[in-house]
T-cell receptor, first 115, second 113 residues
Framework: DAGVIQSPRHEVTEMGQEVTLRCKPI?????LFWYRQTMMRGLELLIYFNNNVPIDDSGMPEDRFSAKMPNASFSTLKIQPSEPRDSAVYFC?????????????FGPGTRLLVL | AQSVTQLDSHVSVSEGTPVLLRCNYS??????LFWYVQHPNKGLQLLLK??????LVKGINGFEAEFKKSETSFHLTKPSAHMSDAAEYFC???????????FGQGTTLQVKP
């Protein structure tokens, strides 16, 4: 299996522009997670889906952030409009199902820089 | 609420010497605990996990961790460090009800030749 696939790997954009990050989970996994990693705040869970349904989006910073999972093999995280403080590494992870003992498998991340 | 505290932000060892990365957890029940490793510019990779079976958990690349309830600790160890072990290590607890991962702040392991 190719693992969790994220695109793009790097994104540089200007403040005010729309940014879309993409994720393909491991085939057969039912849960998908979006994380953000910054020096100041470490790794934070933004939102997670179970069977394509958003379960908890309490980590989404504000209305500028939105996430969708139209099918079991694809998810997007959109920032509109982007701001410099959104600069971070964004990780997508998937697991076979939700649960405390399930292992989450992480993608390589998207490094976002907003100028 | 569950939480983890990694006691050292930075650990430096010489190649061939033992590694000890310390982690304490806070939980009102028997938690699920994980150690993940992140190499520079890479994603996170699972090293090992504890899920209330054996208290000594063996992981990949020679790492192991011991769950000690009396000390609320889950320290990561390796008998002999390799240069390739240089990375960021995260101790993680899983929320009992949601399965959400709660990360420690990370420990940077430096391995000197």
């Amino acid at each position: 299996d190719a693992g969790v696939i994220q695109s793009p790997r790097h994104e540089v954009t200007e403040m005010g522009q729309e940014v879309t990050l993409r994720c393909k989970p491991i085939s057969g996994h039912n849960s998908l997670f979006w994380y953000r990693q910054t020096m100041m705040r470490g790794l934070e869970l933004l939102i997670y889906f179970n069977n394509n349904v958003p379960i908890d989006d309490s980590g989404m910073p504000e209305d500028r952030f939105s996430a969708k999972m139209p099918n079991a093999s694809f998810s997007t995280l959109k920032i509109q409009p982007s701001e410099p403080r959104d600069s971070a590494v964004y990780f997508c992870a998937s697991s076979l199902q939700s649960g405390t003992q399930e292992t989450q498998y992480f993608g390589p991340g998207t490094r976002l820089l907003v100028l | 609420a569950q939480s983890v505290t990694q006691l050292d932000s930075h650990v430096s060892v010489s190649e061939g010497t033992p590694v000890l990365l310390r982690c304490n957890y806070s939980s009102s029940y028997s938690p699920s605990l994980f150690w993940y490793v992140q190499h520079p510019n890479k994603g996170l990779q699972l090293l090992l996990k504890y899920t209330s079976a054996a208290t000594l958990v063996k992981g990949i690349n020679g790492f192991e961790a011991e769950f000690k309830k009396s000390e609320t600790s889950f320290h990561l160890t390796k008998p002999s460090a390799h240069m390739s072990d240089a990375a960021e290590y995260f101790c993680v607890v899983s929320d009992r009800y949601t399965g959400k991962l709660i990360f420690g702040q990370g420990t940077t392991l430096q391995v000197k030749p």
